[in-house]
């Protein structure tokens, strides 16, 4: 195999967790040319791993049939003779364009009863393969072979240029000490921790000497505005004010990362900073942060991990009582405490 195609989630950090796959298809065919068929939101991370040779514009939104512009965009695949397709997404639309593209292995699971579409099939077995990561990582080997282990974790590049770069683009200056806090989560309200609790942790991180950056997507900028207006001054508002790519520049450069369970806590893993994640709604039994600088903070109430976009039980006690004073003690053994002369 000398040319595959990657067909990639609609979501930040199921990409960032395909990774290792790439890495394995590159490891089994060497000198091979790997390119990525994904919507334009998740192409910077795409951009940021060595093994993506080149990305094309997945233009379809979410629940969108749109067979006419998938067959011309099949055709366009088509012209660029791929040997294999690995489809990552289980639905039935994503493997429509490959099979009209006429590419002549196309690897997946079963998924939406795609027959004919995947001609290399793979069933899944959650108790075998109860990660993402390994999932994805499956992909790489004959249907029904167990899977290599251990997987390496995903990576993603970001050099001292790009970083300096993104800087002057946005007009920043380092600081001595970053704590980035990401305070969304796409999926819903039931994986949020409260904006009061972010505040007062960073009250207590600003007298560790830490500046503190807040990061997110434009539909997190309220909930950003109101941190940094319960810690008055302590904090910047960088959510909706940077693209994505620029947001894997800076959070590169913390020292320590603060998140709830999102693509965001994906890219700090996959950029190795010291993290700590909080888990409400969701659990990190499937989508843990895969770096070695993680500490997963999870109150394992007996409500909990419900799965729900917002509480069902309308009190949100998974996060609500996840202390700032508990985050806070998480954080001293990621970061050193500042040191009094």
Not at 132 to 144: C, D, K
Not at 286 to 315: I, M
Request: charged residues 20%; hydrophobic residues 45%; aromatic residues 6%.
């Amino acid at each position: 195999m000398k040319k595959a195609l990657i067909v990639a989630p609609s979501w930040i950090g199921d990409t960032i967790m395909a990774q290792p796959l790439f890495a394995r298809l590159h490891a089994k065919h060497p000198g091979l040319q790997l390119d990525a068929l994904a919507p334009r939101w998740v192409a910077p991370v795409l951009q940021r791993m060595a093994e993506i040779t080149d990305i094309v514009d997945s233009p379809f939104g979410h629940g969108q049939l749109s067979l006419k512009a998938r067959w011309r965009l099949g055709r366009e695949l088509a012209a660029r003779d791929y040997d294999a397709v690995y489809v990552l997404p289980n639905s039935l639309k994503s493997a429509l364009v490959p099979f009209m593209a006429g590419i002549p292995l196309r690897v997946g699971f079963i998924g939406e009863s795609r027959y004919g579409l995947i001609n290399r099939r793979h069933t899944l077995d959650k108790a075998a393969l109860p990660l993402m990561v390994e999932r994805f990582a499956q992909l790489a080997e004959i249907p029904g072979a167990s899977l290599p282990r251990p997987i390496s974790y995903p990576t993603l590049r970001s050099t001292a240029a790009e970083q300096q770069n993104t800087l002057t683009q946005l007009g920043l200056e380092r600081p001595s000490r970053i704590v980035a806090f990401c305070p969304g989560a796409e999926y819903g309200p039931a994986k949020r921790w409260p904006a009061a609790h972010f505040a007062e942790l960073a009250r207590k991180l600003a007298e560790q000497g830490c500046a503190i950056w807040l990061f997110g997507s434009p539909k997190d900028h309220a909930v950003a505005e109101e941190i940094a207006q319960l810690a008055p001054g302590l904090c910047r508002n960088l959510c909706g004010a940077t693209s994505l790519g620029q947001a894997v520049d800076l959070l590169a450069m913390a020292d320590l990362v603060v998140c709830n369970d999102s693509g965001l806590m994906h890219v700090a893993a996959a950029l190795d900073r010291p993290l700590v994640t909080l888990y409400g709604s969701s659990s990190p039994g499937f989508t843990p942060p895969l770096s070695n600088q993680a500490d997963v903070l999870s109150l394992k109430l007996e409500c909990s991990p419900c799965f729900k976009r917002e509480c069902p039980l309308g009190h949100l006690d998974c996060l609500n009582q996840l202390s700032p004073g508990t985050v806070f003690a998480a954080c001293l053994t990621r970061i050193a405490p500042r040191t009094t002369r």
